[in-house]
């Protein structure tokens, strides 16, 4: 085989795995969260600043403030998800480096002292750990359904804070058994159009 992977797994993670559009009623428990968290927290990211901040909208009257804010097509979805989670970059992420990369004591001055070098890096290594969370809620059985459709500004001054970035709404739940659950796989880019060897 190619790839190490279980043939099972990589279908799981990939190869059948699909971005929910509905969801079944059945809850998504604190353990699953922390199960996630406990595997996609070891995704590498830059000096280990592990930006990525989740914030999960689960009261109804959250979830209404939070639905108020997203797109149109975005709505229905959201009101009917077990859970959603409000993924985030956490521009004074450098606070933690002290413990996070000890391996370069005084890191957090040296390199990320000015805001905005702080925010570019803070949001380029949380979108790679945002795709470490899409990965490990399918690895929970589940599906996850992000999206970037609403009003981002407005969901940062509801629910974030100034030193959050948003970066996008994550629906989570078991896909619903029933017609438009999820959209039919669509095409992908072959090998050829995508790897260039230099």
């Known amino acids: 085989m190619s790839l190490a992977l279980d043939p099972a797994a990589q279908d799981l993670l990939f190869r059948e795995a699909h971005t929910a559009q509905?969801?079944?009623?059945?809850?998504?428990?604190e353990e699953q969260l922390r199960a996630i968290h406990d595997l996609v927290k070891f995704g590498?990211?830059?000096f280990n600043q592990s930006p990525l901040r989740v914030t999960l909208v689960q009261s109804p009257?959250?979830?209404?403030r939070?639905?108020?804010l997203l797109s149109d097509g975005n709505k229905a979805k959201t009101a009917s998800a077990p859970v959603t989670a409000i993924l985030s970059a956490d521009a004074e992420f450098h606070e933690e480096l002290d413990v996070l990369l000890p391996a370069i004591p005084g890191a957090k001055d040296l390199f990320f002292a000015e805001r905005?070098?702080?925010e570019r890096s803070a949001l380029s290594n949380a979108q790679l750990q945002a795709a470490y969370f899409i990965i490990g809620v399918r690895a929970a059985g589940l599906a996850a359904g992000p999206m970037t459709?609403?009003?981002m500004e407005g969901i940062r001054k509801e629910f974030l804070g100034d030193d959050h970035l948003p970066l996008m709404v994550v629906n989570i739940g078991r896909i619903a058994e029933e017609e438009g659950a999820h959209y039919?796989?669509?095409p992908r880019l072959s090998y050829e159009q995508v790897f260039t060897t230099v």
Do not use: H, I, N
């Open 66 to 68: 939070l639905v108020a």
């Open 184 to 186: 039919p796989r669509a």
């Open 44 to 46: 590498p990211t830059a």
């Open 22 to 29: 509905k969801f079944s009623s059945e809850p998504v428990t």
């Open 61 to 64: 009257e959250a979830r209404e």
């Open 116 to 118: 905005p070098v702080r």
């Open 149 to 151: 459709g609403g009003d």
